[in-house]
Nanobody, 123 residues
């Protein structure tokens, strides 16, 4: 079992930045890929970014490349999402997720999920 807790969400003006954090506990010594997903009101959950266990492989939703950066610190069992040049359409609940093995953009492949953190971008 892996428990995930997100933090760092909040209200920010368009053009601003936020850094989300995800703390992992439990079987954090196993090799697992991590990802961020988001869900806006009235919309389906969508993939944001993923990172491999070693941090050498990352993948992003195409439209977010260049603005969002995923990273991890395995010594602290932490995963981060740096979000820059935020836009009102980035408003959503952001979820951290974990799966054993390779990275994936498919949410159905992730076994563990956090409770989410709200990000609101005002225009």
């Amino acid at each position: 079992q892996v428990a995930l807790v997100e933090s760092g969400g909040g209200l920010v003006q368009a053009g601003g930045s936020l850094r989300l954090s995800c703390a992992a506990s439990g079987r954090a010594d196993s090799s697992y890929a991590m990802a961020w997903f988001r869900q806006a009101p009235g919309k389906e959950r969508e993939f944001v970014a993923t990172i491999s266990w070693g941090g050498t492989i990352t993948n992003y939703k195409d439209s977010l490349k260049g603005r969002f950066t995923i990273s991890r610190d395995n010594t602290k069992n932490m995963v981060y999402l740096q979000m820059n040049s935020l836009k009102p359409e980035d408003t959503a609940v952001y979820y951290c997720a974990a799966k054993y093995g390779r990275t994936s953009s498919g949410g159905h492949e992730y076994e563990y999920w956090g409770q989410g953190t709200q990000v609101t971008v005002s225009s």
